[in-house]
Antibody
Framework: EVQLVESGGGLVQPGGSLRLSCSAS????????MHWVRQAPGKGLDYVSS??????????YYADSVKGRFTIFRDDSKNTLYLQMSSLRSEDTAVYYC?????????????WGQGTLVTVSS | QTVVTQEPSLTVSPGGTVTLTCASS?????????PNWFQQKPGQAPRALIY???NKHSWTPARFSGSLLGGKAALTVSGVQPEDEAEYYC?????????FGTGTTVTVL
């Protein structure tokens, strides 16, 4: 059974940094592309970033709203996906979900974690 | 900025059929945008329903189907059940960067 467990969320001041982690199990992690999606309180889903899996070209993708501030990366030896967030703004406040893809190229979203809440506030 | 637009809300009777659509501000939606559909109930994480325009996940009930309709991606629910009341989101792939739709609230009444 696929399991995705996010961690690292919390309260951070504007301009600060935070690193989210997503621990994966139940599948061959290195093979699959992975994604981060967020949802602000009471709002819709908002795409954040993707990273390809093994054989997918090592590509990363970002929404314009986070490009240059967020970095997605993975440690396949630890079956863990990360999102390094810097220069955080109040509008980055959201639940952040880790999502597995169906393949190695970021394309079709599959299983979702339960999310971790990031609150950016002074 | 690319915008993906869905109907804000739809109401359907139990046993009825409802079709949700997903439009792109860049033009007609084709299979090359690999439309995905998701269902989200209050307090829960989203759940994937459809990928690659028409394909169902192993857990997707048979009453859900995906298609292209008039230049948009579409999700049809046939024989709606009370438990289908939820928020539904489409998502399109713009060359690796994905964009979610604005969401449709489906009420079963």
């Amino acid at each position: 059974e696929v399991q995705l467990v996010e961690s690292g969320g919390g309260l951070v001041q504007p301009g600060g940094s935070l690193r989210l982690s997503c621990s994966a199990s139940g599948f061959t992690f290195k093979t699959y592309a992975m994604h981060w999606v967020r949802q602000a309180p009471g709002k819709g889903l908002d795409y954040v970033s993707s990273i390809s899996g093994e054989g997918g070209g090592g590509n990363t993708y970002y929404a314009d709203s986070v490009k240059g501030r967020f970095t997605i990366f993975r440690d396949d030896s630890k079956n863990t996906l990360y999102l390094q967030m810097s220069s955080l703004r109040s509008e980055d406040t959201a639940v952040y979900y880790c999502v597995k893809d169906l393949g190695s190229i970021p394309r079709d979203f599959d299983s979702w974690g339960q999310g971790t809440l990031v609150t950016v506030s002074s | 900025q690319t915008v993906v637009t869905q109907e804000p809300s739809l109401t359907v009777s139990p046993g009825g059929t409802v079709t949700l659509t997903c439009a792109s501000s860049t033009g007609a939606v084709t299979s090359g945008y690999y439309p995905n559909w998701f269902q989200q109930k209050p307090g829960q994480a989203p759940r994937a329903l459809i990928y690659g325009t028409t394909n169902k996940h192993s857990w997707t009930p048979a009453r859900f189907s995906g298609s292209l309709l008039g230049g948009k991606a579409a999700l049809t629910v046939s024989g709606v059940q009370p438990e289908d009341e939820a928020e539904y989101y489409c998502m399109l792939d713009y060359g690796g960067v994905h964009v979610f739709g604005t969401g449709t609230t489906v009420t079963v009444l």
